[in-house]
């Protein structure tokens, strides 16, 4: 089987496709209330560009991509995307991050289409709060989407919560408990400073750690295995508990030295570091004619110059240019 390994013998695996820049959501740790400056119609690639890179880095040794944006259901034809997408031969894994708000209608489609993952963002489980940290979201339309994601099919959930003190860090134990009563996936995302205008400031950061000793307060947390699915997520449970944890610490423990990412924006570009706006531009060489296998080369070439770890901190962070929507979180 061919494989892609970096220059620090990463074997390289995953891609997140970010299919728009556009979101129905203006989360506060996300995105300004203004909105960002969007890219341009014909700067976004089309899905047949999509597909075709795709294939190629299939070829090269992908085997798990996630659609991501954006708001990924925002894109209009995503379904057909998906189905073209399960249909290339050497995916083992095709998954979704979405922020739930068009999922109801969507979640059965997905699944027929191919989808087999969702993660579902979800901040806050206070109607109220949940309307704040999302300027304007309704969440009973995702409770309706969760719903509809269950009956089609998708099975564990997952939810991703972002924890922000001062904000929702109130509600850490009330998500766990959810893992108590429910066959669900909660992963705990420490809040990170990409972006410039995300809202980072230290002190609103809470560590996986600190998160973990909340949780505690209200059982024994075992740990697991780490599985396929899971990523750089580290696994425990609540004992008795049906659902699990995960704790993503990009920043108080990060987990360069496996990570085996590689991320395409929706202008085409692709980046091999969350944290770096180092960026190859497949999308100019897609469009002046370049062949599958010069391609090919220039994916290898950016795998080689994949940063061996990011720097940015708790203490010491740098804010990257792009914002999370715009890179596919
Ligand atoms: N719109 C979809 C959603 O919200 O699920 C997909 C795109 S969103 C950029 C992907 C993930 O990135 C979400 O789970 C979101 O919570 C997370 N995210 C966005 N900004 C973040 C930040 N500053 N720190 C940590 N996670 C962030
Ligand atoms: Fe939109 Fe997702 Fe960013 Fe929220 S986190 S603003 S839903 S892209």
Same mark, same amino acid.
């Given at each position: 089987?061919?494989?892609?390994?970096?220059?620090?013998?990463?074997?390289?695996?995953?891609?997140?496709?970010?299919?728009?820049?556009?979101?129905?959501?203006?989360?506060?740790?996300?995105?300004?209330?203004?909105? /960002?400056?969007? +890219?341009?119609? #014909?700067? @976004?690639? &089309?899905?047949?560009? $999509?597909?075709?890179?795709?294939?190629?880095? =299939?070829?090269?040794?992908?085997?798990?991509?996630?659609?991501?944006?954006?708001?990924?259901?925002?894109?209009?034809?995503?379904?057909?995307?998906?189905?073209?997408?399960?249909?290339?031969?050497?995916?083992?894994?095709?998954?979704?991050?979405?922020?739930?708000?068009?999922?109801?209608?969507?979640?059965?489609?997905?699944?027929?289409?191919?989808?087999?993952?969702?993660?579902?963002?979800?901040?806050?489980?206070?109607?109220?709060?949940?309307?704040?940290?999302?300027?304007?979201?309704?969440?009973?339309?995702?409770?309706?989407?969760?719903?509809?994601?269950?009956?089609?099919?998708?099975?564990?959930?997952?939810?991703?919560?972002?924890? /922000?003190?001062? +904000?929702?860090? #109130?509600? @850490?134990? &009330?998500?766990?408990? $959810?893992?108590?009563?429910?066959?669900?996936? =909660?992963?705990?995302?420490?809040?990170?400073?990409?972006?410039?205008?995300?809202?980072?400031?230290?002190?609103?950061?809470?560590?996986?750690?600190?998160?973990?000793?909340?949780?505690?307060?209200?059982?024994?947390?075992?740990?697991?295995?780490?599985?396929?699915?899971?990523?750089?997520?580290?696994?425990?449970?609540?004992?008795?508990?049906?659902?699990?944890?995960?704790?993503?610490?990009?920043?108080?423990?990060?987990?360069?030295?496996?990570?085996?990412?590689?991320?395409?924006?929706?202008?085409?570009?692709?980046?091999?570091?969350?944290?770096?706006?180092?960026?190859?531009?497949?999308?100019?060489?897609?469009?002046?004619?370049?062949?599958?296998?010069?391609?090919?080369?220039?994916?290898?070439?950016?795998?080689?110059?994949?940063?061996?770890?990011?720097?940015?901190?708790?203490?010491?962070?740098?804010?990257?240019?792009?914002?999370?929507?715009?890179?596919?979180?």
């Amino acid at each position: 089987m061919i494989q892609l390994i970096d220059s620090y013998n990463r074997h390289i695996n995953y891609l997140r496709i970010s299919i728009t820049d556009r979101c129905n959501l203006r989360c506060i740790y996300c995105m300004p209330k203004e909105g /960002i400056s969007l +890219i341009g119609h #014909d700067d @976004i690639l &089309s899905y047949e560009e $999509l597909l075709r890179i795709a294939c190629i880095a =299939v070829k090269k040794g992908i085997t798990k991509i996630r659609i991501t944006g954006g708001e990924p259901l925002a894109r209009k034809g995503v379904v057909q995307f998906v189905s073209a997408l399960s249909g290339i031969q050497g995916i083992q894994d095709l998954s979704m991050t979405t922020n739930g708000i068009l999922l109801s209608p969507a979640a059965q489609p997905l699944r027929s289409a191919g989808l087999k993952r969702l993660n579902i963002s979800l901040d806050s489980l206070n109607p109220d709060k949940y309307t704040m940290i999302t300027r304007g979201g309704d969440i009973n339309q995702i409770i309706a989407g969760m719903k509809s994601a269950q009956e089609a099919g998708f099975s564990p959930i997952k939810i991703n919560v972002v924890v /922000i003190r001062g +904000i929702n860090d #109130d509600e @850490i134990t &009330s998500f766990a408990k $959810l893992s108590m009563e429910k066959n669900l996936q =909660v992963r705990f995302i420490e809040y990170m400073p990409v972006g410039m205008e995300n809202g980072w400031e230290k002190e609103r950061f809470v560590s996986a750690d600190e998160i973990r000793q909340s949780i505690k307060t209200i059982g024994p947390l075992l740990e697991l295995p780490s599985d396929n699915g899971s990523g750089p997520a580290q696994m425990y449970t609540i004992e008795g508990a049906q659902g699990r944890l995960g704790f993503i610490s990009a920043l108080s423990d990060h987990f360069c030295a496996t990570c085996n990412r590689l991320r395409l924006t929706p202008d085409g570009k692709l980046r091999t570091c969350l944290f770096s706006d180092a960026e190859v531009d497949l999308k100019t060489k897609v469009r002046q004619g370049c062949s599958d296998d010069a391609l090919a080369d220039i994916i290898n070439e950016a795998i080689l110059s994949k940063p061996q770890k990011h720097h940015a901190t708790e203490q010491v962070f740098k804010k990257c240019i792009r914002g999370m929507s715009a890179i596919g979180g």
